[in-house]
């Protein structure tokens, strides 16, 4: 079975600081991961998604993540956080065992920015 | 483009009663669709997806049940919650490509 671990609760950054979510994925074959943002009461809203290609991924927002096979590996990272980049973060993988694209969700982790 | 809506934002029901909570998708044709609970603030769980119309499938055993009377339209039922039913409900929406993408949800409070 698919899956994906973010090993983070909660993740604590300065604004203006680098920030890293990490997540660690375990699929058979080649990966379909995403990352997802919540705020407070809201849906999910989609960031960004790595399917093949190039092992950097840029999204929306300033997120890139870095996809990497030999670390099973898909981190979320912004070279400079904002305040309102405070949320919850899903990362996500594709189920490829079933035929209707399930997603997988890990735990999410809760990023905080401080002013 | 496309949008997709969930009402209502906010619901309160007493122990045993009914539900329906209704999702729908503007600005695409046949879309997958899906209903997810999160549960505490944290993780998400498939409950059902469609694939068409009258075209449902169940992830997990439930109180509830799902369906798809239109093209765009999935609707979340109960005849009688539990309190464990409540949470936060999130339907999406996929058309073609790789992505799901969420509408804003259904808090729900079962007292």
Redesign the interface.
Known sequence: AQSVAQPEDQVNVAEGNPLTVKCTYSVSGNP?L?W?VQYP??????LL?Y?TGDNLVKGSYGFEAEFNKSQTSFHLKKPSALVSDSA?Y?CAV?DKDTG????V?G??TRLLVSP | SQTIHQWPATLVQPVGSPLSLECTVEGTSNPNLYWYRQAAGRGLQLLFYSVGIGQISSEVPQNLSASRPQDRQFILSSKKLLLSDSGFYLCAWRRGGDTQYFGPGTRLTVL
Do not use: D, H, V, W
């Open positions: 379909y995403f997802y009461n809201r849906g999910l809203q989609f998604k399917i919850l899903f594709r209707f694209q399930k997603l969700f735990t999410g």
